[in-house]
């Protein structure tokens, strides 16, 4: 669920439907566990990666995953270096001025603070958060100093090394990290941002859309993406 913060209108290029390739090429990070990263083996990995693999089945879709950094994974969709992305994205307004979504395979969550100390000043400190994200904004948008990182790995280390009082980010994406570290800590209230996660794709490719649309439906319908969810973020996660 992170948020990308479009700062260029992009202007969609003319494609013909990815369906009607051999290949539909799915877009990732490959770097925001336990949504997407790359495994000891040097392939694709996570929740979407099992997602998608089955949504292809249903679609009667050959796929293969291309990595792509976050911070130009929409434009480099649209200039047709693949064909969709799966990659922890949030449906914006802003978004879809420029690409077309399914609808959501994710349900919204929220976005949390963590740091090292639970005194951590919030709203006048230095909060950490991953650039072209909607916590990056909100961050800019509070008393805070805003300090931008690349990945939300490189947020976390910044909290560790002392250069942030806090990170912001999706809630799910830090919890295994609390989890597995002493000296973190969720701190202040949590904070609703976006509208679900969804798949992004060209607004020409409205047939390989459709197709995605049903596969994700079924998966509601018969229970096996809510069994998804549970595997990979736990029981007590949003469901549909």
């Known amino acids: 669920m992170k948020k990308l913060v479009l700062t260029t ?6 494609s013909t439907a990815a369906f009607a390739q051999d290949v539909v090429r799915m877009g990732t990070e490959g770097a925001y566990a336990p949504y997407n990263f790359i495994n000891d083996a040097g392939e694709v990995d ?3 990666r099992e997602l998608g693999d089955e949504l292809c089945a249903r679609a009667e879709l050959t796929c293969e995953w291309v990595t792509n950094d976050w911070d ?14 799966m990659a922890g994205m949030s449906i914006t307004a802003e978004r879809a001025e420029v690409i077309s979504f399914t609808q959501d395979y994710y349900p919204p969550t929220a976005s949390a603070y963590v740091a090292m100390s639970d005194s ?6 230095v909060v950490a958060a991953q650039a072209s994200t909607i916590q990056a904004a909100h961050v800019a948008e509070t008393g805070a100093t805003l300090l ?15 250069e942030a009082d806090a990170v912001f980010a999706d809630k799910d994406f830090l919890a295994p990290f609390v989890e597995e570290n002493a000296d973190l800590m969720f ?23 459709d197709k995605f649309d049903a596969a994700i439906t079924s998966m509601k319908e018969d229970g096996s993406l809510n069994e998804l969810l549970i595997k990979w973020f736990g029981e007590e996660t949003t469901t549909y």
């Open 9 to 14: 209108a992009l202007v969609a290029l003319g």
């Open 72 to 85: 130009s994974i929409i434009p480099n969709l649209v200039s047709g270096n693949y064909d969709n992305i």
């Open 187 to 209: 701190v202040g209230e949590d904070v609703p941002l976006g509208g679900g996660i969804g798949m992004g794709l060209r607004q020409s490719d409205t047939e390989l859309k």
């Open 148 to 162: 931008e990182y690349a990945t939300g790995d490189e947020t976390l280390a910044a909290v560790m090394s002392g």
């Open 120 to 125: 951590a000043d919030l709203e006048g400190g």
């Open 46 to 48: 996570g929740f979407e």
